[in-house]
């Protein structure tokens, strides 16, 4: 196997810590978090005590000012045990950075430090009923009165919407200007007129609280718009890169999860009077699946080395997002099929990840717009 050299001996240390804090505090649980479908509040008090929360911000802002090499340390570690429920990384790597690259001191010194120790949890509201994929086609308006502006519309299948105490609002603030009619708004549950709706129930990701959300003629001053007036859909298209990089992080970890849970099953599963890992089809399917995760794994590395960088494009991100995406799912439907009837039942954690792994083929931007993304670069 082609040794990683994308870590070091610091990253390890960080890895190391990380798995007791994962194998303490979040394997244990996460089955009750998925029958509740919601992580516990004081998870995420304590990996920001830890520093596992908002790592890439800057030390005056209660990060700790490293690369995003340690958010995929993150990822993967949350991938390696299934843990599919904490929405640390959105919180840390998406919401966060939106928040550093484009607020003012004044956003950045209210919210930043909350959200590194957990205090504050962050989610972005893109989606809508009618608008997926198509940012351009967002509903939500903000209409400027005076010192705010006053926003109106509704988001869905928001992440960390339930527990979430702000949120960056995709918005338009003009109806006739396209993509330069798009603003980005940081609004927090203390706003009147903001309310969540139902915790939506998913086929996979149980654990992950998702949920809906509704702006009823919320006042957002004037000061909580991000960046300038009219650059959202600028601002989302600088981030989404990373965004996507981060979900082919978490494919491939999941993945070879799947992988070493399936092999533990087929060297303890006997049948013919020995263990299935003898038999040629089986070896040879465990086979197909490493090749395709080491495959996969050298890419993502590549992209990780890239971004940290400053050299990650967008179709290069895009790439990575709908190829490992795509290998997560067919990897571990191969899993679950040689676990049999066992791979079909929840308690297996191949089940559940087998599950948790649609989604990745669609949020981030569904695999077919990737594709179009890609396509343009030709």
Not at 115 to 137: F, H, N, V
Not at 153 to 160: E, P
Not at 309 to 329: C, H, I, P, V
């Amino acid at each position: 196997m082609i040794p990683r050299n994308l870590y070091n001996a610091d990253h390890e240390s960080f890895r190391d810590a990380l798995r007791r804090f994962t194998e303490a505090e979040i394997a244990p649980h996460h089955t009750h978090w998925e029958e509740q479908g919601y992580v516990d509040r004081a998870l995420w008090l304590k990996a920001g005590a830890s520093g596992y929360l908002c790592p890439t911000m800057p030390e005056e802002y209660g990060g700790v000012g490293v690369d995003e090499s340690y958010s995929a340390i993150v990822l993967e570690e949350l991938g390696r045990i299934g843990a599919s429920g904490p929405g640390f990384t959105l919180h840390s790597d998406i919401v966060a950075p939106y928040i550093l690259h484009n607020g003012s001191e004044f956003l950045k010194a209210k919210y930043l430090p909350k959200m590194a120790t957990g205090e504050m949890i962050g989610a972005i509201a893109m989606t809508e009923p009618g608008a997926g994929s198509d940012l351009q086609g967002v509903k939500t308006t903000a209409v400027k009165d005076g010192e705010d502006y006053i926003l109106n519309g509704c988001k869905t299948f928001i992440t960390n919407g339930w527990l979430c105490d702000l949120v960056i609002v995709v918005a338009k603030t003009s109806l006739t200007e396209g993509s330069k009619g798009i603003s980005l708004f940081v609004v927090d549950t203390s706003m009147a007129g903001f309310t969540k709706g139902k915790r939506l129930h998913k086929m996979g990701m149980s654990a992950q609280d998702t949920s809906e959300l509704f702006f009823d003629n919320v006042r957002v001053p004037v000061a909580n718009l991000l960046g300038e007036e009219g650059r959202g859909f600028a601002y989302l298209m600088q981030e989404l890169p990373w965004e996507r990089l981060q979900i082919a992080i978490s494919a491939v970890s999941t993945a070879r999860a799947g992988l070493e849970w399936t092999v533990q099953y087929a060297r303890d599963r006997k049948a013919f009077g020995k263990p299935i890992i003898s038999l040629q089809t089986v070896a040879h399917t465990l086979a197909e699946i490493k090749t395709e995760i080491e495959v996969t794994q050298t890419f993502v590395d590549r992209c990780i080395e890239e971004k940290v960088a400053g050299k990650l494009d967008a179709a290069t991100a895009s790439m990575a997002k709908y190829w490992a995406s795509e290998m997560q799912f067919r990897m571990l439907d191969k899993c679950v099929q040689l676990h049999g009837g066992y791979g079909y039942m929840h308690e297996y954690p191949i089940a559940r990840a087998w599950a948790d792994a649609r989604v990745a083929r669609i949020y981030g931007g569904t695999n077919e717009i990737m594709k179009e993304l890609i396509a343009r670069s030709l």
